[in-house]
């Protein structure tokens, strides 16, 4: 499975428990390490149980992951809008990264990750890796809070082609068509999707276009691969996207408070057009007993469009695009079973252009090696280090320690794990240079801004509590010196001396193997994200929680239950919003081999909760949550 690093250089899994998940590829630079015997924080989420589980979207996937926070429909809770996804309190826009098939997409000017998890859907991607804690050292800027690494799934087995269709609530309509196989030496796998909703939030008043949250997008991933020789595979991925999202604003409705707050409601709809292409190709060679290398050529290119609905004299339309190539080489060391080395070199040029003159070009160049050792079989330990020389911020080094201890044997029902790294998050294009009003709001860029540097760690326990049932509980803390954040007045950023996130993320799972094929997921994150004068960080929550259970009473039926909630939220800087708490119910009937027929409820207990409030501060204009929704389709496979 090549995923996080452009290549996955395998390794024997003696140690494994099957009852664990089997291997983490992004927890340790490329390299398929025994989920048992890494001492980073990881989660491995499975694309293809959690579709059984009526879950289609990538941000309903990462509400089950312990120590992150994002709603399931993007930050607003509506589909495809951005995904703020926070880990550890850390947001997806400054301070996690994503990876995707090797490719960082990471902020310069753009938003290509919030972008990405908020409007992905699981019909394209494998399974899902998402390392919490600072990774700077495997992965170089952005990860302070920790990354998302996904890829194009490998086709595998037989030649097979699956049609997904999905209608329901608030006009909504997905199909997908999915081609994958092996043939002879070549694998492939070919994906095509369309999606629309129109979502439909509400207000407190009775004044919001029906369509002010509608989104719609086609999408397109290919992967195809071939068995050069034994010991060496090319692999090619493509992946392209065009959407189109309105995203309702809450405005202040003093700006013209006779003639705008009765024709508007208080609203802008602003209009997102994205249009993104990446392309990768590698070659992973064995080149003799010893040494694994692999060569990762990239390019990802994002379009962005962001217009307003004329409702202000200060009307802009805001236009960018991002593109950047990335080259990565990329070595694994198998000196004996006790000791391996992975080093290599990057490349990253990184172009960012906007209408507003705001302009960047980065070059960055980066050494990095990890080193794992394994002096006995139940103790792993592992040192990674990285130094990026980047042409606007000269060098920049970064550092992870990491080890997982098995208490009493190979086979111990109890494991102890922790890490300890840095991590660093550079100023964007846009908050250096930019200098434009969007909509009512004026921006001024701050050229004199600093790279913001972090220092993270955490230490955990994992305990089998009984056959096939585990409990993982992890204490953490991170610290960020010289945060950038918005000024008071969010016309521009600074550099603020610190913010800190320290928290605890248990997560509870187990199966039941003899009883209906049941099994259940639980997780829940407690965290203080804050800055230098102890207000809580934007767009955080204090408390996070999500369960799932699910039973198969006959062999062709699945049904089950889950929960998301969340409390303690911030909008902006110190701000308050209230609490939510969404049920789903979902089922599926596999009726034959080739057929299958599905449903699901959104929101059961129809709550309502704000999703964006009117920053003047009148509740009359907050933006709400849809209510409860009904899905249901069918799944052809040949």
């Not at 312990?66 to 930050?75: A, R, V």
């Not at 805001?318 to 290599?344: C, P, Y």
């Amino acid at each position: 499975m090549a995923m996080a690093g452009g290549c996955a250089f395998s390794q024997a899994a003696t140690n494994q428990d099957v009852e664990l998940p089997p291997v983490t590829v992004a927890a340790h630079d490329g390299v398929e390490v025994p989920y048992n015997n890494t001492g980073v924080s990881v989660s491995i989420l499975n694309s293809e149980q959690l579709q059984k589980e009526g879950v289609v979207t990538m941000t309903e996937a990462l509400t089950r992951v312990p120590g992150l926070y994002t709603t399931t429909g993007g930050s607003s809770y509506q589909r495809g809008s951005v995904s703020y996804a926070r880990i550890r309190g850390m947001n997806s826009a400054d301070y996690t990264l994503t990876m995707v098939d090797g490719m960082r997409l990471y902020r310069i000017g753009a938003l290509a990750g919030p972008v990405f998890m908020g409007t992905t859907d699981l019909f394209s991607i494998g399974n899902t890796e998402v390392v919490r804690g600072s990774e700077g050292a495997v992965y170089g800027a952005g990860a302070i809070g920790g990354v998302v690494a996904t890829g194009t799934p490998q086709g595998q087995g037989k030649p097979s082609f699956k049609v997904f269709t999905e209608a329901g609530s608030f006009d909504s309509f997905t199909g997908a068509a999915i081609a994958q196989g092996q043939v002879g030496k070549l694998d492939y796998f070919v994906s095509a999707t369309y999606e629309r909703t129109n979502n439909d939030p509400t207000t407190a008043a009775p004044i919001l276009d029906r369509h002010a949250a509608k989104f719609e997008q086609w999408s397109e991933a290919v992967r195809l691969g071939y068995q050069i020789s034994d010991s060496t595979k090319l692999t090619f991925t493509y992946r392209r996207q065009d959407a189109q999202a309105n995203q309702p604003q809450a405005c202040a409705t003093d700006y013209d408070p006779v003639t705008f707050a009765p024709m508007y409601g208080g609203f802008a709809r602003v209009t997102d057009y994205y249009r993104t292409n990446l392309a990768t190709m590698k070659l992973d060679t064995q080149v003799n007993k010893i040494w694994s290398s692999s060569l990762m050529v990239g390019y990802y290119g994002f379009d962005f469009t962001d217009t307003y609905s004329p409702l202000f004299t200060g009307y802009d339309t805001f236009d960018s695009n991002l593109r950047n190539v990335q080259i990565e080489w990329r070595n694994l060391m198998q000196w004996n079973k006790q000791h391996r080395t992975t080093a290599g070199f990057a490349w990253n040029r990184a172009q960012f252009v906007s209408n507003y003159e705001t302009r960047n070009l980065e070059n960055t160049y980066g050494l990095f090696a990890e080193h794992m050792y394994s002096p006995v079989s139940n103790l792993d330990l592992s040192a990674a280090a990285r130094l990026d020389s980047s042409t606007i911020w000269n060098e920049l080094f970064t550092y992870r320690a990491a080890a997982s201890w098995k208490v009493t044997g190979d086979k111990s029902p109890t494991r102890l794990f922790g890490s300890f790294g840095s991590g660093y998050r550079a100023p964007s294009a846009f908050e250096r240079f930019a200098d434009c009003t969007i909509g009512y709001s004026r921006y001024k860029g701050n050229p004199d801004l600093k790279v913001s540097k972090s220092l993270g760690g955490d230490l955990g326990v994992e305990q089998r509590v009984a056959d096939k049932h585990y409990l993982t509980v992890t204490g953490f803390w991170t610290r960020i010196n010289d945060q950038i954040g918005a000024t008071a007045d969010y016309s521009s950023w600074t550099n603020y001396s610190y913010a800190t996130a320290v928290g605890v993320e248990c997560s509870l799972r187990g199966e039941f193997g003899d009883a209906w094929n049941s099994g259940y997921t639980l997780a829940y994150t407690y965290t203080v994200p804050k800055n230098n004068s102890d207000q809580q960080l934007s767009y955080t929550a204090r408390s996070v929680w999500s369960a799932d259970i699910h039973t198969s009473p006959i062999a062709s039926v699945t049904t089950g239950l889950g929960v998301t909630a969340a409390s303690g939220r911030s909008a902006g800087v110190g701000s308050h919003i209230d609490s939510y708490c969404v049920l789903r119910w979902y089922a599926r009937w596999q009726a034959t081999d080739n057929l299958a027929f599905h449903v699901r409820v959104e929101n059961m207990g129809n709550d309502r909760f704000v999703t964006q409030p009117d920053y003047s501060g009148n509740s009359t204009y907050d933006i709400i949550s849809a209510g409860t929704a009904v899905y249901g389709g069918v799944t052809l496979t040949f």
